[in-house]
Nanobody, 114 residues
């Protein structure tokens, strides 16, 4: 079973940066697309960015130019570099892996103060 462990969340002021990491427990992580979702209180979970096994990224419009997703297949790890953070980026950020089913991490909190 694939396990995903996120780290790197925290409290930052608007305009600041954070880097999230997600380590997959199984070697299959390098063969699958991975990504990041987020969920703010009272809101639905939404896609932020994804990256194919070959490294092709996809971003939703509201993070383009600010966030960068990358992966290190040798470490079965995906990263999300978040720059120019805004208060509206405050949410619980979840790592995901698309396999036969979609796997989820436990989430890491990102709080951006104004």
């Amino acid at each position: 079973q694939v396990q995903l462990v996120e780290s790197g969340g925290g409290l930052v002021q608007a305009g600041g940066s954070l880097r999230l990491s997600c380590a997959a427990s199984a070697s299959t992580g390098s063969l699958n697309a991975m990504g990041w979702y987020r969920q703010a209180p009272g809101e639905q979970r939404e896609l932020v960015a994804s990256i194919s096994s070959g490294g092709s990224p996809y971003y939703v419009d509201f993070v383009k130019g600010r966030f960068t997703i990358s992966r290190d297949n040798a470490k079965n790890t995906v990263y999300l570099q978040m720059n120019k953070l805004k208060p509206e980026d405050t949410a619980l950020y979840y790592c995901t892996l698309w396999g036969r089913s979609q796997h989820w991490g436990q989430g890491t909190q990102v709080t951006v103060s104004s």
